[in-house]
């Protein structure tokens, strides 16, 4: 028998045999989650540059690299999921358009490139001065991100501004279209009751700005700790005001789409509510304790006009809720919807394998990779408007000798 | 004569067993030609040898061959033929031989989570408004025949109080409107003109969207190969004439196979002349496998 349920995921009642075999596992869920704070960050970059709302200047370009970082990251996940990870440009070349899939390459190339092009044009005055003020190596590199462009004077300057703000502008739709349309890769699925639902791309867009927001909460306070510079109020109330909004319409947008399903009734429904017990309560649990801690939190902070060191406690500790919160909610529909069987009759039960390609390792290790490369364009690219001495050198050849 | 009757005279086998053979051993390229059932027994031996893994498993040499250097198809048109299957589960007696030689036919592997068709079976207790429902894959089932390679049912009713039991044989559809296609990124899996839904192996990338997509649950993931894997009908089989292995092996004409654009096929003279459903007709596939006896507990 030495074949015998090598990697089979056990199960209740029936389920078609070749369902034992999870199709897409927890890279899936990081997938979407990626994408998701891309989105969420980018809007708070936007508000700023786009909407001109000063609370959020402080951080507009902090934002905007955090995105640029994680968006780098955004299809690895896809990449080691692939059966065939060199065939990956074949969707590329020869896109089925019919698939829901088939745009991705395009969606995500194209905001990539939106990315780069905005963080050059947000950073330009930055990039020229650099290359003025840094020696050796540093101020090459520097000149040649300048691409040659080195005019500073105020004409020029106004026109960065401007380019910069109409790429932001396209680039709001288009961060909503690449979230919205990972929700549609899910929502469009007939086959699943728990993925195939009008309110997906929705659900997933809003929660992706939750998360975002979450994030760039979360890392605006543990980075102004670690430079040992003020967390203003001002742009704190913002991203309050911001974080509030996003986990309330999202909470009654899943709350609806829950009560749809059930007020339905549809065949097997059963099945369904034994799912939400079974398999994935814990992540039900997460997701939606999670999500009442950030909605009370923030309604709190609100309604008791907290400022200062209490405001930036709370909601750091709701924006990181908010963060695992949407996780568990990835987790919950990705993984969720496999474990309830296509026969509407049976559960699965999935289990993350610990090392390999598809594993939690992998996982941890495409999660982190975002995050160092930020520490590493903050590095390069410094976006807290600071004014660029020759001694701040970050890269220095001569410092580190 | 009844109905059955004319249906089973129809289903003659076409081609003498000897002949069959001979074809076999000159198109031994083709994929997975190590038929079941018809002393396999050289061919498997060196299919193991090869790839050390799964006994009946064509090896990865066969394997780059079959794809590298298909067989040539003489004189077939695929604008000529409309195939379609038939599955009467009033006569399937849940024998398994249809898993059996499908698995050894088309090189499936050979654990319970990759099928290209399996049988369920469906039990309804004195007093039960529902059915009990298993397959082959059911670890009880495994259990109790020693491997996953040896395909049976347990015996598991033996003492209990049965009111109806019956097996209802499942495979792809062939869908007319395949979602598996709809959602394929690349292209790689596509609808043929003749009915059948390929998949091109070497043009896949392994997303696993069409996995997710076929509401039947037919398609599977082929690890070692990194593609998609599901039925064809056995397709190097049916354009050479041939019928697909599940359907030749069948000991009680429970599957029948046919061309519908010939009047007089099995297939079409089942359709004809029974009422025939389709599995989940609300997914708007409009599958091309058409079933006699179905229940309302069928999922
Ligand atoms: S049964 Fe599934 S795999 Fe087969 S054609 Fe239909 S959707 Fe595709
Ligand atoms: S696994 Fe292959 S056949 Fe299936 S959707 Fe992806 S590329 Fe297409």
Redo the contacts between chains.
């Keep these: 028998?030495e074949?015998?349920?090598?990697?089979?995921t056990p199960f209740v009642g029936?389920?078609?045999?070749?369902?034992?075999?999870f199709?897409?596992s927890q890279l899936i869920v990081i997938y979407p989650y990626i994408t998701g704070l891309v989105a969420g960050a980018f809007v708070i970059s936007s508000l700023d540059h786009v909407f001109n709302i000063k609370s959020f200047a402080p951080i507009s370009r902090f934002a905007l690299l955090t995105a640029l970082c994680f968006m780098i990251f955004a299809p690895s996940p896809?990449l080691f999921?692939?059966?065939?990870?060199t065939?990956?440009f074949?969707?590329v070349i020869?896109?089925?358009w019919?698939?829901?899939?088939?745009a991705?390459g395009y969606v995500a190339g194209f905001y990539l490139c939106l990315l780069v092009l905005e963080v050059w044009f947000a950073f330009r005055a930055d990039i020229v001065a650099m290359s003025k003020a840094r020696t050796g190596i540093m101020g090459k590199i520097y000149g040649w991100l300048s691409l040659g462009s080195d005019d500073l004077s105020e004409h020029a300057l106004a026109i960065d501004h401007k380019v910069a703000r109409i790429l932001s502008m396209i680039g709001i739709p288009a961060a909503c279209g690449l979230h919205g349309y990972v929700g549609f890769?899910f929502g469009s699925?007939?086959?699943?009751e728990w993925w195939s639902s009008d309110l997906m791309p929705v659900i997933f867009l809003l929660s992706a700005v939750g998360s975002g927001v979450g994030l760039v909460i979360v890392l605006y306070v543990i980075v102004s700790k670690f430079r040992k510079t003020p967390i203003i109020d001002e742009t704190m109330r913002g991203l309050l005001y911001v974080m509030f909004t996003g986990v309330a319409i999202v909470m009654v947008i899943e709350g609806l789409e829950i009560l749809e399903m059930f007020y339905k009734a549809r065949e097997g429904i059963e099945t369904v509510r034994e799912l939400i017990a079974g398999p994935i309560w814990v992540g039900m649990y997460i997701q939606w304790g999670m999500s009442v801690f950030a909605l009370l939190t923030t309604s709190a902070l609100l309604v008791l006009n907290v400022h200062g060191k209490r405001l930036v406690t709370w909601l750091f500790l709701s924006g990181l809720a908010m963060m695992i919160g949407v996780l568990a909610m990835r987790w919950n529909v990705v993984i969720g919807g496999?474990e309830l069987s296509?026969?509407?009759?049976g559960l699965l039960t999935f289990t993350p394998e610990l090392f390999g390609r598809e594993s939690l390792f992998t996982v941890l290790i495409i999660s982190i990779c975002p995050y160092a490369a930020l520490w590493l364009v903050t590095k390069l690219l410094p976006p807290w408007g600071e004014k660029i001495e020759p001694e701040s050198r970050a890269f220095d050849v001569h410092k580190l000798a | 004569m009844t109905i059955q009757d004319k249906k089973l005279e129809a289903q003659e086998v076409p081609l003498s067993r000897r002949r069959f053979l001979g074809l076999l051993g000159k198109g031994a390229a083709c994929a997975g030609a190590i038929v079941g059932a018809v002393g396999a027994g050289n061919a498997l031996g060196a299919a193991e040898a090869g790839s050390g893994k799964?006994a009946y498993q064509q090896n990865d040499k066969q394997y780059a061959e079959a794809v590298n250097d298909p067989p040539k198809i003489p004189e077939y048109n695929w604008n000529d033929h409309q195939w379609a299957m038939g599955v009467d589960t009033t006569r399937c007696i849940g024998c398994l031989r249809c898993m059996e030689a499908c698995k050894m036919e088309n090189s499936v592997q050979?654990?319970?989570?990759?099928?290209r068709t399996?049988v369920?079976r469906y039990v309804y207790l004195e007093g039960s408004n529902t059915a009990l429902?298993?397959?082959?894959?059911d670890?009880k089932n495994?259990a109790n025949a020693?491997?996953?390679?040896k395909f049976r049912f347990d015996n598991r009713y033996k003492d209990a109080k049965v009111e109806k039991a019956f097996f209802v044989a499942?495979l792809c559809n062939q869908c007319e409107h395949p979602?598996c296609?709809?959602?394929?990124?690349?292209?790689?899996t596509f609808k043929s003109k003749d009915g059948p839904v390929l998949i091109d192996t070497t043009?896949?990338?392994?997303?696993?969207?069409c996995?997710?997509?076929?509401?039947?649950?037919?398609?599977?993931?082929?690890?070692s190969?990194?593609?998609?894997e599901k039925c064809n009908w056995c397709y190097h089989r049916i354009t050479k004439g041939l019928n697909p292995a599940c359907v030749e092996v069948c000991p009680t004409g429970s599957r029948v196979f046919g061309d519908r654009n010939d009047p007089e096929s099995p297939v079409s003279l089942f359709i004809r002349n029974n009422h025939v459903q389709v599995l989940k007709p609300e997914?708007?596939n409009a599958p091309n496998v058409f079933y006699v006896g179905l229940d309302k507990e069928v999922?």
């Design positions: 028998m074949h015998v349920f090598e990697h089979v029936y389920v078609y045999p070749n369902e034992t075999d199709p897409w896809l999921h692939l059966g065939q990870p065939r990956a074949n969707a020869t896109p089925h019919t698939s829901a899939m088939a991705f890769v699925l007939k086959t699943r496999q296509k026969t509407m009759k | 799964h050979m654990d319970a989570n990759h099928n399996w369920e429902i298993d397959s082959q894959a670890p495994i020693g491997s996953e390679t499942k979602s296609v709809e959602v394929c990124p690349t292209g790689a043009y896949c990338i392994g997303c696993q969207y996995v997710q997509a076929c509401p039947y649950g037919a398609r599977s993931f082929n690890e190969r990194g593609t998609a997914m708007g999922v």
